[in-house]
Each structure stands twice: as C-alpha cells, then as structure tokens.
Nanobody, 121 residues
Framework: VQLQASGGGLVQAGGSLRLSCAAS????????MGWFRQAPGKEREFVAY????????DYADSVKGRFTISKSSAENTVYLQMNSLKPEDTAVYYC???????????????WGQGTQVTVSS
C-alpha cells in the first residue's frame, strides 16, 4: 500500500486545515491508520489513529478537542480535520498504516511522504 498525504499549508493561528491521506492499495479491516507529526529537531510523535473496521479513534492529548480523524472506505482515504491551530502544531504531518491499534511509531509499517503544516502566530 502506498500512502499519499496532502492538504498541508500555511495558516494563521486559530485557523483550520484538512489533511488527506489516499491509499493506493486495499486497506483491510484489521488495519489502523494513523497520523503523526514531526517538528524540526524533534522526534516523530503520535497525533491520532482510526481503526478501519469500526472507526475507533484515539488522540494525543495535545490535539484532543481540536483535531478529528475520519475515514472514507469508499475513497480509501483518511482525513485529519485540524481546527483552532496553534503555532506549536507546526510540523510535517505523516499518515501511516499499522496492523496494531497503536500510538507507537515503530508499529506502523507503511508511511506517506508527509505534508508540511505551518501555523503563524
């Protein structure tokens, strides 16, 4: 499965962006799709995940209440709606696939190329 992330850009603090992650191959019901981010000089960190079968979600505390992860099985796409953006949300955002319901980077095996999100103050 190849993953293609898009939708990043430059936005002012308080603004919104919607990221998309399109999968070229089939996503199975046993898979979990996650969003991660990496700011300059920092490690890649978990943002959110959604299970493909039941749509169960989990969020990092730093984004809970502001970000929403969703999916379209018909379009084979995962979305990340980001509202009330803050300068500290600035990072490259990656989507990834795992066979585990996990927040751990190492348990995701397929990664997209990343999309830059920059939030100005």
């Amino acid at each position: 499965v190849q993953l293609q992330a898009s939708g990043g850009g430059l936005v002012q603090a308080g603004g919104s962006l919607r990221l998309s992650c399109a999968a070229s191959g089939r996503i199975f019901s046993s898979h979990t799709m996650g969003w991660f981010r990496q700011a300059p000089g920092k490690e890649r960190e978990f943002v959110a995940y959604i299970t493909w079968s039941y749509g169960r979600t989990d969020y990092a505390d730093s984004v809970k209440g502001r970000f929403t992860i969703s999916k379209s099985s018909a379009e084979n796409t995962v979305y990340l709606q980001m509202n009330s953006l803050k300068p500290e949300d600035t990072a490259v955002y990656y989507c990834a696939r795992s066979v585990q319901r996990s927040r751990i980077v190492g348990e995701y095996t397929n990664w997209g190329q990343g999309t830059q999100v920059t939030v100005s103050s």
